[in-house]
């Protein structure tokens, strides 16, 4: 169970990555879809690691998901459209 | 902020950046490795960790009274029990300490046992002073590495004074690199892999540095403290609150204070303690145990656990009969913010609080962070040979890169041909006696490898070699294990140790790939030294 939860996490954050490179969707689309991923995230997290366990796991699981969007995906200007 | 205030922030980074890059990568890297020292690592370089890190409770109880009848009664004043738990000795280590000497010391003297983790069999004694004993345990390739990073293997006070700095140095950079870098969140996601090296370089430390930013100001902050505290932090402190008084501060800050003996016989019931430990935080594990005044009436059990719910470690107090006191943080019953922030310190620093997934993320992101100075000091080389009036010859920017792939790649080199030495000890090589192999192959790999740099060479040639002979030392480990070790991927007896081996064979394989990707230059030496 706890695997599941991690990888949902996980998963969660880099789709999140994915929708804040993207310049094709709306600002607050972006926003709320940023915001729900996150919030799924910090859920997961927590279910595994306890609050303040789970809050740093989200944070540095979302370090980790955004150096390896831009290292792997790549691609300029993003959130400024 | 006030482009003249930019600029000098900008010369602040460089600078910081330039003069301590070689050893932050030196930190950062070992750092990063140590991550999974204590207790993967090192259960994988410890074929009696391998098959059990668990003994019973009731075995533990057995031992420690069965032994305790052998030892002077001065011995029972203070026992430590250290679990295999791959956080500290490979054996079942029972210490039975007289703080006040016997007939033979007047310091402090330890009768130690030390037993096989899974058949509880009698490996090792020790009779002598306490000091010597911890001094002279046996250590394995990881936690060599993890010493490394600690205290560069200097000696305290300047190894830990100098990482400690690098850890301010650190957090300076991270905070000033931050200020400099208008385009913050326009370049969140630039990186241009197929618009030359130069470009990729400096796209890769922007990258870097944004998405890695909090780790790196919590490591720097963290690595500080935990640096310079014993050493300046802890006399300023005493200086301030206890008017200089080192040992009055120490006393305030120690959770286990010394135990009044009422020579009232009553047996401490340390396996029910264990059990009810055990019942109150099924998801940790016990690292050590210390029993004051053994089968004494006013007989005190302490248990640090690690893990669990709990992100710092915490330290239970029982009294000898099997009563539960408290659960306290490792510096004692003290409260106020302060003291919570300073427990939370050690998990942020180690990635210790969670299981392995938590230590892959740290892992991951202290290589990030050793290669910030590194492409950092690239970038400003690069800087330096171009324009009309370059200050920087290309014979002289050659032996620079040189010098970075000697100091950096021969630091990755050293580290790396300590797994399948490990490997060789185990099998040749019996307990302490391994001591001694460790520093000189290290220090001499990494020196040998520095020297080969000042060859004229083009250093791409000399980068490819780096990562072809790192990639083949790791690749080495698994074969090794089958030939020589006790648990491994054929035989199955460690899951852990299976996939250890077939992560270093894997790195190795990836190596070896990105070496063969590189070019070799053929053109003649001065011709070819062109960025």
């Not at chain 1, 303040?52 to 290292?71: D, E, K, N, Q």
């Not at chain 2, 009232?264 to 019931?269: D, E, G, L, M």
């Not at chain 2, 000189?440 to 490898?449: E, K, R, V």
Request: hydrophobic share 50%; proline share 4%.
């Amino acid at each position: 169970m706890n695997e599941l939860l991690i990888l949902t996490a996980m998963v969660s954050l880099l789709l999140m990555m994915l929708n804040l490179r993207k310049n094709t969707i709306t600002r607050p689309i972006k926003a709320l879809f940023c915001t729900i991923l996150f919030i799924i995230s910090v859920m997961c997290f927590t279910g595994v690691y306890g609050f303040i366990g789970g809050v740093i796991c989200t944070i540095a699981g979302a370090m980790v998901a955004g150096l390896l969007t831009a290292i792997i995906a790549g691609k300029a200007p993003q959130l400024l459209d | 902020m006030k482009s003249i205030t930019l600029k000098k922030l900008f010369l602040l980074h460089s600078w910081v950046g330039i003069v301590t890059a070689v050893l932050l990568f030196i930190i950062a890297f070992s750092g990063a490795l140590a991550v999974l020292s204590r207790p993967e690592l090192k259960i994988w370089a410890n074929p009696e960790l391998q098959t059990s890190q668990y003994v019973p409770s009731t075995q533990v109880s057995r031992l420690v009274n069965e032994y305790y009848k052998q030892v002077p009664s001065e011995f029972g004043e203070n026992i430590h029990v250290y679990m295999p738990s791959g956080h500290n000795f490979y054996l079942l280590t029972l210490v039975y300490e007289s703080h006040h000497g016997d007939e033979n010391y007047s310091e402090e003297v330890a009768k130690v046992f030390q037993f096989h983790p899974d058949t509880l069999a009698l490996v090792d004694t020790y009779y002598g002073p306490s000091k010597a004993f911890y001094a002279g345990k046996k250590t394995d390739a990881p936690t060599y590495i993890g010493e490394f990073h600690a205290d560069l293997h200097l000696g305290r006070p300047i190894g830990l004074i100098l990482t400690g700095f690098l850890g301010l140095t650190l957090l300076v950079s991270a905070v000033t690199g931050l200020f400099i870098h208008r385009k913050l969140i326009k370049e969140l996601f630039t990186f241009r892999r197929g618009k030359g090296l130069d470009i990729a370089i400096s796209d890769a430390h922007k990258v870097i540095g944004i998405w890695g930013s909090v780790f790196n100001v919590v490591i720097g902050f963290t690595g500080a403290f935990l640096g310079l505290a014993t050493i300046i932090l802890l006399p300023a402190a005493a200086f301030v609150s206890f008017g200089g008084d080192q040992d009055k501060l120490i006393e305030t800050f120690t959770a286990i204070p010394e135990t009044v003996v009422s020579h009232v016989k009553q047996p401490t019931k340390i396996n029910t303690i264990l059990e009810n430990a055990h019942s109150r935080y099924p998801d940790a594990i016990v690292r050590d145990v210390t029993i004051m005044a053994h089968n004494d009436a006013n007989a005190q059990v302490y248990i640090r656990l690690l893990g669990g719910e709990a992100v710092a470690s915490q330290l239970l107090h029982y009294q000898g009969n099997g009563e539960f006191v408290q659960s306290m943080s490792s510096f004692g019953d003290i409260s106020g913010i302060s003291i919570k922030v300073i427990e939370l310190m050690f998990p942020l620093h180690f990635g210790n609080f969670s299981g392995v997934f938590v230590k892959l993320l740290w892992v991951l992101l202290g290589f990030s962070t050793a290669l910030l100075p590194i492409s950092g000091m690239m970038m400003w080389l690069a800087k330096r040979t171009r324009g009309s009036n370059p200050n920087l010859t290309l014979s002289a920017y050659a032996r620079w890169n040189r010098f970075i792939i000697g100091s950096c790649g021969g630091l990755v080199l050293a580290s790396f041909v300590l797994f399948p030495v490990q490997v060789i000890l185990n099998y040749s090589v019996s307990g302490a006696a391994q001591n001694a192999y460790f520093g000189p192959i290290f220090f001499y790999s990494w020196l040998g490898w520095l020297l080969i740099g000042l060859l004229p060479m083009h250093y791409k040639n000399y980068f490819k070699l780096t990562l072809l002979l790192c990639g083949l030392v790791l690749s080495a480990v698994l074969p090794l294990n089958i030939l020589f070790g006790h648990s491994n991927i054929i035989n199955f007896n460690s899951g852990l140790v299976a996939v250890v081996d077939a992560s270093f064979m894997l790195v190795g394989i990836v190596c070896i790939w990105c070496a063969l990707k590189i070019k070799t230059s053929t053109k003649p030496y001065l011709e070819a030294q062109v960025p």
